[in-house]
């Protein structure tokens, strides 16, 4: 199945450029409900999957003994801004099982907040590991690893079994065997999972309404969705949808962004679980479908789609911050069956 037109971005009158790609909306007993373009696409979930990821740190125990609670959990599902708030938590968090920064193997980038990049390089302070996107993940990893008595150097390598435990969870999850998992390199150095669309929102589905799992993962993944609704300030930071969209849905819906343009979504009312990849791997296109799927589906009200509206029908702006240009939504979504409420 080819590619659904997603997103339309006009210049001024005309139409400059189009966002293609997949949709697939999926209920927690795994029915593909709606669909745009193909729902079987295969994907590398990327940062999407760090929910998932961070079921291993609560089912080993790790969690509990190191004291974290929901900005913890929250920061080890997270693609952070670097803001205080996050380097502060991801700091107490190695503080706590007696590791530094120089343990995380996420490797460095430019923090994303400009404030703190400014700081930096007026200090004259180095950019460490700890400014990276996914420091909050890689110290989850690092606790796990920790608490369960194994090497530390090493944890980001797929045969090390802190990997293997969050690859059985991501194959018991999906219902999708391991085997068939797509294993490739995140960009902060860890396995990244790639496995069908469809599967990559039952995820999210089964999270949102555990479905057919023990007493243990069903608490777990609960204690997760519920952490990232109530800290959403860590998921992504000031100005992220991930963080804005979590707000306004007050308790509703949980979401995470990977990288590549790939967006999930769990609703916790219905149990319906949403995986979009925009197929050009630009992310400016995801906000305006999570949005507009989620108008689709009547899963948001009026007054909270207006509070989305920016990311809704974001405006395209020059480097003199003038409006010169819009990206809108253009699909409709197909139904497959029927959805119950």
């Known amino acids: 199945m080819e590619a659904a037109q997603l997103v339309h971005v006009h210049r001024g009158k005309m139409l400059e450029s189009v966002h293609k790609g997949h949709i697939a909306v999926v209920d927690a007993n795994g029915n593909l409900l709606y669909q745009a373009g193909n729902p079987q696409q295969m994907v590398y979930a990327r940062s999407s999957m760090k929910p998932v990821q961070a079921i291993p740190l609560i089912e080993t125990g790790a969690a509990d003994f190191y004291h974290f609670d929901d900005a913890d959990i929250a920061l080890c599902c997270a693609s952070h801004n670097a803001e205080k708030q996050h380097t502060n938590r991801v700091l107490s968090i190695l503080n706590r099982i007696g590791l530094e920064v120089k ?21 004259r302070k180095p950019i460490t590991p700890l400014y990276n996107n996914c420091s909050g993940k890689h110290s989850g990893m690092l606790t796990t690893a920790q608490y369960m008595n194994e090497t530390v150097e090493d944890y980001y390598k797929l045969e090390h079994p802190v990997q293997q435990r969050i690859l059985e969870a991501i194959s018991s999850l999906a219902e999708f065997p391991k085997e068939k998992i797509e294993i490739g390199i995140d960009g902060c150095g860890v396995p990244v999972h790639g496995l069908p669309l469809d599967k990559l929102a039952y995820c999210y589905a089964r999270m949102a309404k555990p479905t057919g799992l023990s007493n243990e993962r069903t608490a777990t993944v609960k204690r997760i969705v519920q952490a990232m609704m109530n800290a959403p300030e860590m998921v992504g930071g000031t100005d992220r949808f991930c963080t804005d969209f979590m707000t306004v849905a007050n308790g509703r819906a949980f979401g995470k962004a990977g990288a590549e343009a790939v967006y999930c979504i769990g609703d916790i009312e219905t149990g319906i679980g949403i995986a979009i990849k925009v197929e050009d791997g630009n992310g400016r296109g995801t906000n305006p479908v999570a949005v507009e799927v989620l108008k689709q589906l009547n899963l948001l009200h009026d007054h909270q789609l207006e509070q989305l509206k920016d990311y809704h029908y ?9 409006t010169i240009g819009q990206l809108s939504p253009v699909f409709q979504l197909e139904r497959v069956k029927k959805v119950i409420q």
């Open 314 to 322: 974001p405006q395209l702006k020059n480097c003199r911050q003038e």
């Open 103 to 123: 343990d995380l193997q996420c490797g460095s980038h430019n923090p994303r907040w400009e404030e703190v990049y400014e700081e930096l390089i007026r200090d």
